[in-house]
Structure formats: structure tokens, C-alpha cells
């Protein structure tokens, strides 16, 4: 099904990204319904979800780098989280931003995507978890 095990043409990404996303809103359909649960938690998550869903309909017609994105949604569901909860967590903010760096600068290095690609992915991870958990849209 796909053309070799790097996923490098950008068609070849579209079912593993789909089944990957399968994988994400089971787990959401579960986080969902334990008791207590943060409203943000569930609202950044699914934001993470969401944007997966949105790389997926990127991704057959130009590769954006889905390592931006995933680490970028950590980051914007965690920083989301501290500004709706007043709690200081800067150590760990930065650990992020800095780990949001390494990958793409990695995927720079190992030539896999464009400046344009990782940017892209970057800024689309951070972005949607972070407004779905400001603006608390879960869904239970």
C-alpha cells in the first residue's frame, strides 16, 4: 500500500495519517468518560484531534511535516492549559518550545521536509488545540 517504510511521498501518508486519527478519537471517546475529567484536557485533545484531521487533508496534495505538527499540538494543548488554569508551569513551556525546535530542526537536517513544510506543520499543531482548549470546545 505504500512505497517504502519513510512514508516519503506525500500521497502514501494519507491512510496512515487517517488510521493514526481512528487511534486518537478512541482514546478521546475514553478520556471522555472518566470522571472528573479537566473540560480543557478533553477540549485541547480534541483539538489535537482536529488537527490531525486538517494534516489529513493537507497531506495527499503537499507533505507538511506531521512531527511539527504533533509535538506542536503537546505544546499549544499544555500552554492552553496553564493559561486557563493560572498555573505556572514555565519550565516545562520551555522544555516544549525547545523540543518543538529539535524536531524540526531534525526534519530539516535529514533533508524530509522544507522550512515551509515544518513551519506549516508547526504552526497548525500549536494553533487549534490551543484555541479549542482557551475556548473549552469538548465535546462529551
Not at 47 to 68: D, E, Q
Not at 72 to 82: E, P
Amino acid at each position: 500500500m505504500v512505497s517504502d517504510i519513510n512514508l516519503s511521498k506525500k500521497e502514501d501518508r494519507t491512510i496512515p495519517t487517517i488510521i493514526t486519527l481512528c487511534y486518537y478519537m478512541a482514546f478521546y471517546y475514553f478520556i471522555a468518560r472518566i470522571d472528573g475529567i479537566s473540560s480543557s484536557i478533553l477540549a485541547g485533545y480534541l483539538g489535537g484531534c482536529a488537527a490531525l484531521l486538517i494534516a489529513a487533508f493537507i497531506t495527499p496534495k503537499w507533505k507538511i511535516s506531521l512531527h511539527s505538527q504533533g509535538i506542536s499540538s503537546l505544546a499549544g494543548l499544555f500552554i492552553g492549559i496553564t493559561q486557563v488554569s493560572f498555573v505556572n508551569h514555565q519550565g516545562m513551556i520551555i522544555a516544549l518550545l525547545v523540543c518543538m525546535g529539535l524536531v524540526g530542526t531534525s526534519r530539516l537536517i535529514l533533508n524530509k521536509h522544507t522550512p515551509a513544510q515544518v513551519y506549516a506543520g508547526a504552526v497548525l499543531g500549536f494553533t487549534v488545540p490551543y484555541l479549542f482548549t482557551i475556548f473549552d470546545l469538548a465535546i462529551y
